[in-house]
């Protein structure tokens, strides 16, 4: 992803592995982190050819492709992603709610947006409780 690396970018690297031992394709293995990085990484800007020139220099059409045009079974990384859960939060009487209507989001496209909390009529114009991801996964 870089000559040097950031503590995140070790850090992403070492909890993707997993993941890419399954994803097959030495190709695919070979841009998904810059994928990734990109996407949770710093810049405002998440569309490929802004993330391609931050995390994967000179690799815009690979990372189009990985995008675009790869295929793939997901059903190993869905496996391993269940796996990765099971050990963070599994045990007999446990449960991991994923919702992500409480997570604040951003832009205009979607819902009555205001500034960066997007308003479904469901929230009725209420701030989202952003502590709820967080409850949910103890």
Known sequence: MGNATSDWEDQLERWLKPFLDRLGHKARRRMCPHYIAGLIGPGERKSIQPMAERFAAGGYDQLHHFIADGVWDATPLETELLE???????????????????????????????????????????????????????
């Open 84 to 138: 990765e859960a099971d050990r963070l939060v599994g045990g007999d009487d446990a449960g991991l709610v994923i919702d992500d209507t409480a997570v604040p989001k951003k832009g205009g496209a979607l819902g009555r947006c205001r500034g960066s909390i997007c308003l479904g009529s469901w929230q009725d114009g209420k701030l989202p409780n952003v502590g709820v991801a967080d409850a949910c996964a103890r």
